[in-house]
């Protein structure tokens, strides 16, 4: 059974500090990467992936992907309160399917 | 900026009966998925489908679930003989080609069973 696992939170942040949310997965043959956003009652929206080992950089979001430790991380510098928000993490194989994690609540405190 | 669009947003239907939701996929998208989320629960793979045929499918996507593209811009997902636990949000999603598997979600449909 392939597992995705995030802390449920909530992380609670000021604004303006960075925010880290961490994801393990457990299928060593994973080979793509995502962060999405869910706000309370919508549907989830694509943020971030990467597919390679190291950093990704886009705008205030940064994805980390080590897959020797089967870890991917995401931060989020000066965060703002429309920062909060589920954090999904999902995970992809070669089919192209995505397994999705519990998600992290967000709290970013004005 | 292009975006997958979902109809209706919410469905009431009794049990035992059978619903169709449809979704519009990125124009130039090739692959197409539905995904479920129970009411406080993960989000959940149902389906995918690609070339006009199921790519794979879960344990959930049971007989009395299926999927059709029929034309060049609707996909639906049919459930027959609906169940209470079929209640839960229904997002279809699509993902283009050339190695770009990012996918792209619907706002949902809200399927309530009564």
């Known amino acids: 059974q392939k597992e995705v696992e995030q802390n449920s939170g909530p992380l609670s942040v000021p604004e303006g500090a960075i925010a880290s949310l961490n994801c393990t997965y457990s299928d060593r043959g994973s080979q793509s990467f995502f962060w999405y956003r869910q706000y309370s009652g919508k549907s989830p929206e694509l943020i971030m992936f990467i597919y390679s080992n190291g950093d990704k950089e886009d705008g205030r979001f940064t994805a980390q992907l080590n897959k020797a430790s089967q870890y991917v991380s995401l931060l989020i510098r000066d965060s703002q309160p429309s920062d909060s928000a589920t954090y999904l993490c999902?995970?992809?194989?070669?089919?192209?399917?995505?397994?999705f994690g519990s998600g992290t609540r967000l709290l970013v405190r004005p | 900026e292009p975006e997958v669009t979902q109809t209706p947003s919410h469905q009431v239907t009794q049990m035992g009966q059978e619903v169709i939701l449809r979704c519009v996929p990125i124009s130039n998208h090739l692959y197409f998925y539905w995904y479920r989320q129970i009411l406080g629960q993960k989000v959940e793979f149902l389906v995918s489908f690609y070339n006009n045929e199921i790519s794979e499918k879960s344990e959930i996507f049971d007989d009395r679930f299926s999927v059709e593209r029929p034309d060049g811009s609707n996909f639906t997902l049919k459930i027959r003989s609906t169940k209470l636990e079929d209640s839960a949000m229904y997002f279809c999603?699509?993902?283009?080609?050339?190695?770009?598997?990012?996918?792209?979600f619907g706002p949902g449909t809200r399927l309530t069973v009564t």
């Open positions: 999603a699509s993902s283009g080609t050339g190695g770009r598997h990012e996918q792209y």
């Open positions: 999902a995970v992809g194989d070669n089919s192209y399917k995505l397994i």
